[in-house]
């Protein structure tokens, strides 16, 4: 098929490139005309495992270009995916400005039927609002319908979960329109969900909302761990061996981040409020993530700290980790940058070290009392505690003997409880971790 993505940033990269891989022709849109000419080149402004290699092949092959040119774009195609941001907007709810003005520039360019597929997250009745964009600039409503097509993406995972999809939704009020969206996707062989628009919008936001529900509810039995002796690792393994429950999302840490969970949790708190529901449960989710890195926060102040104004002056923090999850350099509401700034507020010096977010990192967090290492041992220098915020790979497999012999003081804080207390107290360290009362270096 011949599909046009609008939106060349990080859903739309991913659908654009995979779609033509599986043999389908792809123009991608973007209004930034640097970011088009880098990506005709063949690099890939974003780290995704696999996705440059898509990029360059279908490119070289032909099917994959890219275009400030919607007029050119959407002439050209049978589908149209809108792939915008939606960010939040001040009231709490969801700037839905791109979604307009992408569906306002797709209208001025129909001049035959066009399906045009909603992928970004957006709230419900968001297909009712594209139709009537599209319609109020002319556009019969027999020449094109809306879908709505949520992506399931992990970033670090985003081309294999597009490959592999757990199951695709596909919204529509035109049997027509999701039929022939279902047969783009019929290479995949995965379960396909045909449903109304407005029920496929809330399955993303409830999905979303469900999952942080569950990293939250782990995180709050971590607190009365620290209290009882109790274990979360093994209190986690117990319950995710129920497979009413499973183990994905019991990983207890410093609460959700990134560009979508705490995003989706707010929107849904909006809506339900404009419409007069109540979700409690959600409010208790939000509030309880934003307690996790203050409370991390104030047990390294307990440990470290003097008892006055600036508790941690004249001490140095290696933090190890500055993306919001390993696998990425993305820093939108990543967990280091509320850490960082605590850790500051308190007087102290900081030296972080990340394998591929450091330079979104230094424009988020700037360079003040910080210092950006090249490695883990050179962030571990002259410290009196590591600190670790993202469970990379690479922090597991730390020389724990080299990483002590650069630090003032052997103490590990584990944001992410990636290692165990036995492994780390053996080497010498005292340790504090998420869910686990602390534990002291074995003789």
Not at 54 to 82: D, H, Q
Not at 169 to 176: D, H, P, Q, T, Y
Not at 226 to 235: L, M, S, Y
């Amino acid at each position: 098929m011949n599909i046009c993505v609008i939106g060349c940033g990080y859903v739309g990269l991913v659908t654009g490139a995979v779609f033509a891989d599986l043999g389908n022709d792809v123009i991608g849109v973007d209004i930034d005309k640097s970011r088009v000419d880098i990506l005709n080149t063949g690099d890939c402004p974003i780290h995704e495992p696999r996705l440059p290699e898509l990029l360059e092949r279908n490119l070289s092959e032909g099917r994959l270009t890219f275009t400030t040119s919607i007029p050119e774009a959407v002439s050209e195609s049978e589908i149209i995916f809108i792939c915008v941001g939606t960010p939040p907007a001040e009231d709490g709810g969801t700037d839905l400005s791109q979604v307009e003005a992408a569906a306002a520039d797709i209208a001025r360019s129909v001049h035959d039927y066009k399906i045009i597929v909603n992928k970004s997250t957006v709230p419900v009745g968001t297909g009712d609002f594209v139709r009537e964009v599209i319609e109020k600039n002319g556009v019969a409503p027999t020449d094109f319908d809306v879908v709505c097509n949520p992506e399931f993406l992990r970033e670090g995972q985003a081309v294999l979960d597009t490959l592999q999809p757990e199951r695709i939704v596909i919204g529509s009020s035109s049997e027509k329109a999701a039929e022939i969206v279902q047969l783009l996707y019929q290479a995949l062989n995965a379960p396909c969900i045909i449903t109304d628009t407005q029920s496929a919008e809330l399955i993303k936001y409830a999905s979303n909302a469900f999952l942080a529900t569950k990293i939250t509810f782990i995180n709050a039995v971590a607190n009365l761990c620290e209290k009882t002796q109790a274990d979360i690792r093994e209190v986690a393994k117990g319950v995710g061996a129920d497979s009413r429950i499973g183990h994905d999302f019991l990983g207890a840490g410093l609460g959700y981040g990134g560009s979508c969970f705490p995003k989706d949790v707010d929107a849904l708190l909006h809506a339900s409020r404009r419409l007069g529901v109540e979700m409690s449960i959600l409010e208790a989710v939000r509030a309880e993530n934003d307690s996790r890195v203050p409370r991390f926060v104030q047990r390294i102040i307990e440990r470290l700290g003097e008892k006055h104004s600036l508790p941690l002056e004249g001490q140095t923090i290696g933090l190890l980790g500055l993306s919001f999850k390993p696998d990425t350099d993305d820093m939108r509401e990543a967990k280091s940058i509320e850490i960082c700034h605590a850790l500051r507020e308190a007087g102290a010096r900081l030296r972080a070290y990340d394998p591929i977010a450091t330079t979104n990192a230094r424009r988020i967090i700037g360079n003040e009392s910080i210092e950006y290492c090249q490695n883990p041992y050179e962030a571990a220098k002259g410290t009196s505690g590591i600190v670790i915020v993202t469970e990379w790979r690479e922090f597991i497999q730390l020389n724990l003997n080299r990483l002590k012999s650069e630090m003032v003081e052997p103490i590990i804080f584990d944001g992410r409880n990636i290692y165990s207390s036995e492994q780390v107290t053996d080497a010498g360290f005292e340790y504090f971790s998420i869910g686990k009362t602390p534990a002291n270096p074995r003789e």
